[in-house]
């Protein structure tokens, strides 16, 4: 079957690092996607991995190794508008999300 | 350029009713998706339209739902006649290529009385 597993909830602190982690087990793989969504909004977009290895972008860095079916996103110096719930969503031969992780940025 | 637009925002109806969401992709987008979220679970798939032809209507949960795309342009979800199950948040979403980016809506949350 398809599984993509992800914390429900994460707190951190304003300036700090967080990294969210994501497992999936699906039926074929052409490539991980994270985004970013607030609540009452449409997710969006943050990164793309289709092979192994750390992409970075910004403040967000995402890294994926296909062989343990493991991706995570980092976010550096956090920022209270990162208060979002991240979702993990794997490209097989549809896009099939996690249930997404809550995080909470506090002062 | 405009994102995916999707009417209504929100709608309110009960049981037995009848509802049509409307998702308005990107300009160009050959790709059309709708996904649902119902509360406290992950978004799940409905189905797939490349330009007006189902892909994939896999997700789709019975036949009370009803998608259509005449002319490969703007999309319409039915749903009907429209159950308590059936609350949720539908999403619709966009891409030029069939692997790549999804462009989302900022979706219709449905509440069904």
């Known amino acids: 079957g398809q599984n993509i597993d992800q914390p429900t909830e994460m707190t951190a602190t304003e300036g700090a690092i967080v990294q969210i982690n994501c497992t999936y087990q699906t039926s074929g793989f052409n490539g991980l996607f994270w985004y970013q969504q607030h609540a009452g909004e449409a997710p969006t977009f943050l990164s793309y991995n289709v092979l192994d290895g750390l992409e970075e972008k910004g403040r967000f860095s995402s890294f994926l190794s296909r062989s343990k079916g493991y991706s995570y996103l980092l976010l550096k110096e956090l920022q209270m508008k990162d208060s979002a719930s991240y979702l993990c969503?794997?490209?097989?031969?549809?896009?099939?999300f996690g249930t997404g992780t809550r995080l909470q940025v506090f002062p | 350029e405009a994102g995916v637009t999707q009417f209504p925002s929100h709608s309110v109806i009960e049981k037995g009713q009848t509802v049509t969401l409307r998702c308005d992709p990107i300009s160009g987008h050959d790709n059309l998706y709708w996904y649902r979220r119902v509360m406290g679970k992950e978004i799940k798939f409905l189905l797939h339209f490349v330009k007006e032809s189902k892909q994939d209507e896999s997700g789709m949960p019975n036949n009370r739902f009803l998608a259509e795309r005449t002319g490969g342009t703007y999309s319409t979800l039915k749903v009907q006649p429209a159950e308590l199950e059936d609350s949720g948040v539908y999403f619709c979403a966009s891409s030029a290529a069939r692997v790549g980016e999804l462009f989302f809506g900022e979706g219709s949350r449905l509440t069904v009385l």
């Open positions: 969503a794997v490209s097989a031969d549809k896009l099939i």
